[in-house]
């Protein structure tokens, strides 16, 4: 029954839109239309008044200065010389006498009231549609002056005509255009219905079918696969993380509670027991500081700790780093280098970015061998176009050791929580390190690669400098 309702609202969805798109294009066509009926139309009517009044303004001319007579004269002429045969002229005298002109009498319908009319006027023994207008001159003569729009109203006509079998095809074009979008929009709705519904049934290989003709359903298509590879990349993530959190976990638990049950069952004094329950105590630590460094990643992954985002010297916290772990490597006769600018002005959580470095230098000083050599270096990388919002390039930190490195397999996951190279894992650690170093600078908008050194391990930060340089550093 919900299979039935959802397919009837994404029909009525689909139709919806159909319909919208064909009342849209049919409303714009006829507007269109309409426009160009009403452009037609005045235009022809505003030919006919025009020439109407140049030969008004003529005979009136005249008759100033000829009179009656010289009136009379130049309707004949005008008569003469009508090409097109549509002029209209009637000159009457104040007794109703007809002096010029081609109507056989005054138009029945015409209201003297009224400037320009549109009536129907016998010539020639035809009933012809004309407009008209009518002056009075001196002496209650009265002069109509006039054009035949017989063809006009027949043009009027077949532009009707013309106009309504438009409109016809219009809409049927609107129609068939209605129903294309429809289909169209019930494709990729029926497409992404179909690819949850196989993967709330537990199919999470099922994606989202794409035609290849790049247009904005593929977009829609590859965006939402990306997506659903985004979320089985997740859930695989965490049922990895699950089964190592119960695998880590369970070891030092594990070791606490056997500490605990032989102290409790064997020690014979204080000391022992007290012994027992510090180094059970020591485990229950390791527990405490995987669930913190767990909470710490996801606290990060989140982008809850941007609130603690300053400008500071990441040259000085380098420097500060260095000379941390500088003893560390003299006890474990190792050499540490460093190179990097006087300055490097970055915005970001100075604490975390601490906490990264001090990850990857306690790595390397942990893998490598002794009289070996760990070198920590910085630099600024200038954009290679100028770009808005201040945008100076990149910044560059590199951590390369001489230790035991890693194979290809393992550079693939090296930053994936809980996993742990087969040469490391004689090692203290839980496999937490670099995993909190990929959250943090993923957070800060950069990179984190791992590569071969040959021997050792080459660890490259990238993150983006926001800020400006000075010219020398």
């Known amino acids: 029954m919900q299979t ?42 505003q030919r006919v008044r025009h020439s109407i009044a140049l030969d008004a303004h003529a005979l009136l ?49 015409l ?26 001159l001196q002496g209650n003569y009265l002069l109509l002056i006039g054009r035949d729009i017989s063809e006009r109203t027949q043009i009027q006509r077949m532009l009707t005509d013309a106009m309504l079998w438009t409109c016809l095809m219009v809409g049927l074009l609107a129609v068939g255009g209605g129903w294309v979008v429809r289909v169209l929009f019930r494709r990729i709705i029926h497409s992404i219905n179909r690819t949850t519904l196989a993967i709330t049934r537990g199919d999470m290989s099922r994606r989202i079918p794409v035609s290849g003709m790049g247009d904005e359903l593929d977009d829609v298509a590859l965006t939402i696969n990306q997506m659903l590879d985004r979320i089985t990349r997740l859930m695989d993530g965490v049922k990895q993380v699950s089964n190592s959190i119960a695998h880590d976990l369970r070891t030092p638990i594990a070791r606490a509670r056997a500490e605990l049950e032989d102290a409790s069952r064997s020690a014979t004094n204080e ?17 405490t500081g995987i669930c913190e460094a767990l909470l710490r990643i996801a606290q990060i992954e989140a982008g809850t700790r941007r609130s603690a985002f300053a400008i500071f010297d990441l040259a000085t916290t380098l420097r500060d780093i260095t000379e941390l772990y500088e003893a560390v490597a003299d006890e474990h006769d190792l050499k540490l280098q460093r190179n990097f600018p006087l300055h490097l002005p970055f915005r970001g959580d100075q604490a975390m970015f601490q906490q990264a470095l001090a990850n990857i ?54 930053s994936e929580r809980f996993f742990r190279a087969e040469q490391a894992r004689h090692t203290p650690g839980s496999g937490l390190g670099l995993a909190l170093v990929q959250a943090i600078v993923e957070l800060h908008g950069g990179t984190l690669l791992l590569s071969h050194n040959n021997p050792g391990l080459a660890v490259t930060i990238d993150v983006p400098a926001i800020y400006d340089y000075p010219d020398k550093l």
């Open 4 to 45: 039935i309702l959802r397919k009837v609202r994404i029909q009525s969805v689909s139709l919806r839109f159909g319909l919208v798109y064909s009342v849209l294009f049919i409303s714009s066509a006829i507007l269109f239309l309409s426009f160009v009926w009403w452009g037609t139309i005045g235009l022809l009517e």
């Open 61 to 109: 001319t005249e008759w100033q200065h000829a009179g009656i007579p010289g009136l009379e004269n130049l309707i004949n002429n005008r008569l003469a010389q009508d090409i097109d045969d549509n002029a209209l002229y009637l000159l009457s005298a104040p007794d109703g006498k007809l002096l010029a002109g081609n109507l056989a009498h005054w138009p029945i319908r």
């Open 111 to 136: 209201d003297a009231a009224l400037t320009w009319q549109t009536l129907p006027v016998l010539r020639d023994g035809q009933l012809n549609l004309a407009q008209v207008r009518v002056w009075t």
């Open 271 to 287: 000391l022992a027991l007290r012994a027992a329950i510090d180094q059970a105590a020591v485990n229950l630590d390791k527990v």
């Open 361 to 414: 230098l306690d790595n390397a000083i942990k893998f490598s061998p002794p009289q070996g050599t760990i070198s920590l270096s910085a630099q600024h990388i200038p954009a290679a176009s100028s770009a808005e919002h201040a945008q100076t390039g990149t910044i560059r930190i590199m951590v390369v050791d001489s230790g035991i490195g890693m194979n290809d397999a393992d550079l693939a996951r090296a």
